[in-house]
């Protein structure tokens, strides 16, 4: 018996001359009269190895017609140098046995190239296939990265309710939770599915200093577009003490460390998609990692849009919400790097917002990106209790259904900030995938949550 160990480490870090059990779906096989190439993957890399097989190994015919693309296999063998190109080594295997068959006829995984479409109709299999693997692999990395990234800066990771009796946010529709059992309310009031943790990461910011969520988000978004989900998981930094430059600062240099990480794990995975996914996917990761992003008020970008030589769909004015046309344009076209926007009209802002002096912008932040459009939302809140009061009874809300949010800042208040990233939006932007549907394993949206 060789050593178990992952097709990564063999791979990596297997001697010449060692024994190895290799373990394994085959990616392919095809064979001449004396010997059969098996090709293994396990998921632990993009990379596969090569079993290289004589067909007069014992036990070799009685398996020889289950070799079929998919097929589970464990081979044993010794290590050799290889003579192909693109590979330090391969296994002289010795022996081998199937542990469970792809029918050739039916395993729907056979060709290379399928569609995106074809390939979200088997969600259940689409992480077998390379595209997939690596797409997986790069969003495990940034979950890893997020949580060493703030957890290196001294931010506490915290939970917040997935369950929510209110709607301060107003960040769009949302999901009703009710008991399948119970008429009545099951909380003794309506209840509903997050769409947001930051007023509640709020609360313990003023007890921990910095903290960082990372859950589940749920909006019920009624339009189809290649950006939005159901179900999507979005990282939330608080910090007290912070103002909107820090907020930036700290914007900067996550999504920065988000890249590096992935460059440094997914070395195999980012050069397969930037073949087959995202030509220019290399390139826009190292400018975003290697550029100073762009700072500007949102009164200078609609400026610069005003004055582009450009046909909006949706026309540009002071005071409009910037759509993901004026987005797109200003970070991949005009900056040719990621855009960050502050100072939006308080109008079209949440009412949490810092009120800048000017009295008509609030301390927003709206970080966009190439390809992707606004990838974090944020800003510096507004801890002066006169100002949010106001601004609450000025938007038609009652003071009544914020009294917990209005007592954070009735005790001890700081100036704070924090923002919002869509998770599955730097997994597109790190992976060069064109749908949000592709980046998460089991997407949920509009008249979809199969699986
Ligand atoms: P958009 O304008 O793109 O709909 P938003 O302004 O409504 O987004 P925010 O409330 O600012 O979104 O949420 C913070 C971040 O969460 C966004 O910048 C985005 O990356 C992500 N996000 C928001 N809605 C969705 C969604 N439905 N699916 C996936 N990610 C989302
Ligand atoms: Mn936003």
């Known amino acids: ?81 290889s003579p192909g190109k693109g590979q330090r080594v391969e296994l002289k295997a010795d022996k081998v046995a199937v542990l469970g068959v792809a029918d050739a006829d039916t395993y729907p995984l056979q060709k290379k190239g399928h569609s995106m479409e074809f390939l979200r109709s088997i969600a259940h299999l689409r992480a077998r296939t390379n595209v997939f693997g690596a797409v997986f692999r790069v969003r495990a990395t940034l979950a890893q990265a997020t949580h060493r990234f703030f957890g290196d800066r001294g931010f506490h990771y915290v939970h917040t309710p997935i369950i929510t009796a209110s709607d301060c946010e107003g960040a769009g529709e949302m999901f009703e939770v009710k008991a399948t059992s119970t ?82 794990h997914n070395a195999d995975d980012i050069d397969f998609l930037g073949k087959f996914v995202d030509k220019q996917l290399v390139q826009t990761l190292e400018s975003t990692r290697d550029q100073t992003f762009e700072r500007i008020t949102y009164t200078d970008a609609v400026d610069i849009l005003t004055k582009a030589k450009r046909e909006w769909e949706f026309p540009v004015s002071w005071g409009i919400d910037l759509q993901s046309e004026h987005e797109r344009f200003l970070a991949e076209e005009h900056f040719k790097r990621p855009v960050m926007i502050t100072a939006y009209p308080k109008e079209i802002k949440a009412f949490y917002m810092f009120n800048n002096d000017d009295d008509k912008t609030v301390a927003a932040l709206d970080v966009l990106v190439p390809r992707i459009g606004e990838i974090i939302g944020g800003s510096q809140r507004e801890h002066r209790l006169d ?20 007592d954070l800042n009735r005790f001890g208040a700081v100036p704070h900030a924090g923002f919002g990233l869509g998770f599955e939006r ?18 949920r949206s509009v008249g979809q949550a199969a699986f």
Not at 389 to 399: C, K, N, P, Q, V
């Open 183 to 264: 008429k009545d309310h099951f909380f003794g009031r309506q209840a509903m599915l997050t769409v947001s943790g930051q007023l509640n990461a709020e609360a313990l910011a003023y007890g921990l200093g910095q903290v960082y969520t990372f859950g589940p988000t749920f909006r019920a978004e009624n339009s189809n577009t290649s950006r939005h989900l159901a179900e999507f998981w979005m990282i939330e930094p608080e910090a007290a003490f912070y103002d909107i430059h820090d907020d930036m600062d700290l914007a900067e240099a996550y999504l920065k460390a988000l890249i590096t990480a992935v460059f440094e």
């Open 1 to 81: 018996m060789g050593k178990h160990a992952l097709l990564k480490q063999i791979l990596e870090e297997g001697q010449v001359g060692e024994r190895f059990t290799a373990r394994g779906w085959l990616r392919s096989h095809r064979g001449s009269k004396a010997v059969s190439f098996l090709v293994l993957y396990d998921g632990s890399t993009m990379k596969t190895l090569q079993a290289v097989l004589p067909t007069d190994t014992p036990g070799y015919e009685e398996v020889a017609h289950q070799l079929t693309t998919g097929a589970s296999v464990v081979v044993e063998g010794v290590l050799v140098e």
């Open 426 to 443: 730097a997994v597109m932007f790190c992976t060069g995938m064109t749908n949000i549907r592709d980046v998460v394993p089991f997407p």
């Open 387 to 406: 100002r949010l009061e106001s601004r609450i009874t000025a938007d038609g809300m009652a003071l009544e259904d914020y009294s917990w949010y209005l």
